[in-house]
């Protein structure tokens, strides 16, 4: 199983997205973030992937953990899952597209769950309340369908 991050980089209203362009999750609208590298942290992986995919750079220890999902593909068992979600709300530099993805603000009362993986919708209000969760998520397909999961509350990360 892989190990990822994903970094939500927000402000007082807005959340910054980006649609992936290429490779997995193509089309769709994420955070930016990634596979860690041999010999990386997980922090350090994510503030890299912040760089190269959005433009902004972030400091490692300005990233609050506001989550652990573990992804399953039971069709595409390469695309396992163990990802870390982070909260950061201090960047440095305006988000730009790359080869990887284009990003978007996007208000937090007007987000487009119709264009994120469908899981999206359940898990990520739990994190924008301010709560730190853990889940297991099970794909079908190419991510189009999951089943039912169950969110477990950890704490509060706000």
Known sequence: MKKTSVVLIMDETRLLL???KRGF???KLNGPGGKVQEGETVPASAAREVSEEVGVEIEE???VLAGELKFF???NPDWNQDCDIFII???RGNPEESEEMKPFWFSLDALPYEKMWVSDRKWLPEILA???ISAEITFFGNGERCEDFEIKKLGRWK
Do not use: Q, V, Y
Request: glycine share 16%; no cysteine; proline share 6%.
């Open 61 to 63: 220890s300005d990233l």
């Open 25 to 27: 999750g193509a089309g």
């Open 18 to 20: 980006a649609e992936k």
């Open 73 to 75: 593909f039971p069709e």
């Open 130 to 132: 301010g709560n730190i």
């Open 89 to 91: 709300n201090k960047w």
